[in-house]
């Protein structure tokens, strides 16, 4: 069974602070995909970074950096120089093909607060 | 419409009513997925559709619990003697194909619905 586990429930950061959201993942699955959705206080979520399993080169998107690394099984989140416009619940979520249906298991969340 | 759009954004019922949620998704889009979001957790996955059809329905919680989407467009979720635990946001994604991995979902605001 796939699993998500986000430990971080609640980060709270001085704006400017680099802030990082871990994200640990359990699949049996060889081939899989990984994601961050961002969900601000509208209710809407958001995607940010889609990533497969054979692709584990870092990725940097203006402020926001991933790190995978599937000897940990980790795929970790960095936002530099935070912003207040950042604060959200980020989710983390995992895909694995069941035929043709690429259902997500979502973590639990990190609600980040950036204070002004 | 430019994005996937849910009513009522809210919904407030008795215990043991009947209630209806609606998703218009992002006209072409083949795929669509429900969603359920449990307070402090992340949303978890309901059923998923291709084109008319249920491709995908394991994650409904009971047999209470059933969505159609007669002409492969927009999708109706229906919930019969609502309970309390039925209390969540319930979100609908659509994508153009079943490979959303690809694609990308777009999820809309969602519905919160409150069982008192």
């Known amino acids: 069974a796939q699993k998500v586990t986000q430990a971080q429930t609640e980060i709270s950061v001085v704006e400017k602070e680099d802030v990082t959201l871990d994200c640990v993942y359990e699949?049996?699955?060889?081939?899989?995909?990984l994601f961050w959705y961002k969900q601000p206080p509208s209710g809407e979520l958001v995607f940010l970074i889609r990533?497969?399993?054979?692709?584990?080169q870092n990725e940097i998107s203006g402020r926001y950096s991933w790190n995978f690394q599937k000897s940990t099984s980790s795929f970790n989140f960095t936002i530099t120089a935070s912003q207040v416009v950042d604060s959200a619940v980020y989710f983390c979520?995992?895909?694995?093909?069941?035929?043709?249906?690429?259902?997500?298991?979502f973590g639990k969340g990190t609600l980040l607060t950036v204070n002004p | 419409g430019a994005g996937v759009s849910q009513t009522p954004s809210n919904k407030v019922t008795e215990k043991g009513k009947y209630v209806e949620l609606r998703c218009d998704p992002i006209?072409?889009?083949?795929?669509l997925y429900w969603y359920r979001q449990s307070l402090g957790q992340g949303p978890e996955f309901l059923i998923y559709?291709?084109?008319?059809?249920?491709?995908?329905d394991s994650g409904l919680p009971n047999d209470r619990f059933f969505a159609v989407r007669p002409e492969g467009s927009v999708s109706t979720l229906k919930i019969q003697r609502t309970e309390r635990g039925d209390s969540a946001v319930y979100l609908c994604?659509?994508?153009?194909?079943?490979?959303?991995?690809?694609?990308?979902?777009?999820f809309g605001s969602g519905t919160r619905l409150t069982v008192v």
């Open positions: 990533r497969n399993s054979f692709d584990e």
């Open positions: 006209s072409g889009h083949t795929a």
């Open positions: 979520a995992l895909s694995e093909p069941g035929g043709s249906n690429y259902k997500l298991t």
């Open positions: 559709f291709q084109g008319t059809g249920a491709a995908d």
């Open positions: 699949t049996r699955d060889t081939t899989y995909y």
């Open positions: 994604a659509s994508s153009p194909l079943s490979r959303g991995v690809d694609y990308g979902y777009t």
